[in-house]
């Protein structure tokens, strides 16, 4: 099985993208994040033809997540139980979303960015965050031989190498010790980040800004990543990150990330 996640930051701009992507890579669930439309917008069509059922949470042209998948798509659920609202009135914002794909448990997770240190949002993706790791440890705990993946953008270097210049990130978020602390809680949980295992090389991005030549200059981030419970894990055999969807006409600012499992 072949599992892939992608912030596509607009599904309409960039549909030929996605869709030259899955069938050249052959993947058979696809997690994106970022779609920017409401469920009712989603190009389902073009990927319902190449055999793919989809799932969608959108409520406007911000945020936005989706999985397809070739090999059955069941259980879905919008929302993580707990998830927390923004705004206000509160809002339980489309930023995941579950669904069981050839056995495996599929979180699609687009987690709040934060904006800036001061800003309410940062302590909402805190909040968002926590919440997650609750909920995702008592999964484990309820089944230790769940087969399931917490897939996509998570708006957190975990690493100082995962960032082009530490020292441009200074005061900004996404490299904050408490996000970090944040992000390692799921391992704390038994979750395994498993593209850093596989790829573990510094200043390897997932990220480039599309300002002042970032790409082409490799000044970029590593924030899309994949936590695996330890049944998952095992059957890791290769991770990719995908660089070559950066190049080209109209590309997202992030990239694929694909997981191949052993049967």
Same mark, same amino acid.
């Given at each position: 099985?072949?599992?892939?996640? %992608? #912030?596509?930051?607009? @599904?309409?701009? =960039?549909?030929?993208? &996605?869709?030259?992507? /899955?069938?050249?890579? +052959?993947?058979?669930?696809?997690?994106?994040?970022?779609?920017?439309?409401?469920?009712?917008?989603?190009?389902?069509?073009?990927?319902?033809?190449?055999?793919?059922?989809?799932?969608?949470?959108?409520?406007?042209? %911000? #945020?936005?997540?989706? @999985?397809?998948? =070739?090999?059955?798509? &069941?259980?879905?659920? /919008?929302?993580?139980? +707990?998830?927390?609202?923004?705004?206000?009135?509160?809002?339980?914002?489309?930023?995941?979303?579950?669904?069981?794909?050839?056995?495996?448990?599929?979180?699609?997770?687009?987690?709040?960015?934060?904006?800036?240190?001061?800003?309410?949002?940062?302590?909402?993706?805190?909040?968002?965050? &926590?919440?997650?790791?609750?909920?995702?440890?008592?999964?484990?705990?309820?089944?230790?031989?769940?087969?399931?993946?917490?897939?996509?953008?998570?708006?957190?270097?975990?690493?100082?190498?995962?960032?082009?210049?530490?020292?441009?990130?200074?005061?900004?978020?996404?490299?904050?010790?408490?996000?970090?602390?944040?992000?390692?809680?799921?391992?704390?949980?038994?979750?395994?980040?498993?593209?850093?295992?596989?790829?573990?090389?510094?200043?390897?991005?997932?990220?480039?800004?599309?300002?002042?030549?970032?790409?082409?200059?490799?000044?970029?981030?590593?924030?899309?990543?994949?936590?695996?419970?330890?049944?998952?894990?095992?059957?890791?055999?290769?991770?990719?990150?995908?660089?070559?969807?950066?190049?080209?006409?109209?590309?997202?600012?992030?990239?694929?990330?694909?997981?191949?499992?052993?049967?």
């Amino acid at each position: 099985m072949r599992l892939a996640t %992608w #912030n596509i930051n607009s @599904i309409r701009a =960039r549909l030929d993208r &996605a869709l030259a992507f /899955v069938e050249r890579s +052959g993947v058979d669930v696809l997690a994106l994040q970022e779609t920017k439309c409401k469920d009712d917008q989603f190009p389902r069509e073009p990927f319902e033809q190449l055999g793919y059922e989809v799932v969608t949470s959108g409520f406007s042209q %911000w #945020n936005g997540v989706a @999985i397809l998948s =070739r090999v059955g798509l &069941a259980d879905v659920e /919008v929302g993580f139980p +707990g998830q927390p609202t923004f705004g206000d009135p509160g809002v339980v914002e489309a930023r995941a979303l579950g669904a069981t794909c050839g056995g495996v448990r599929v979180w699609s997770l687009y987690v709040p960015n934060g904006r800036d240190l001061a800003d309410p949002h940062y302590a909402y993706k805190l909040d968002w965050l &926590a919440r997650l790791r609750d909920q995702a440890g008592q999964w484990l705990a309820d089944d230790p031989g769940l087969q399931a993946a917490l897939v996509g953008d998570w708006n957190i270097a975990p690493l100082d190498t995962d960032v082009w210049d530490l020292e441009f990130f200074a005061g900004k978020t996404h490299v904050t010790p408490a996000e970090r602390e944040a992000f390692r809680a799921f391992a704390e949980a038994g979750w395994t980040e498993v593209s850093r295992e596989h790829v573990p090389a510094e200043h390897t991005y997932t990220y480039w800004d599309y300002q002042q030549l970032r790409f082409p200059k490799n000044q970029g981030m590593r924030i899309d990543l994949t936590y695996a419970t330890p049944a998952l894990a095992a059957r890791v055999t290769g991770v990719s990150i995908e660089r070559v969807e950066r190049k080209g006409k109209t590309p997202s600012d992030h990239v694929p990330v694909v997981l191949d499992l052993a049967d």
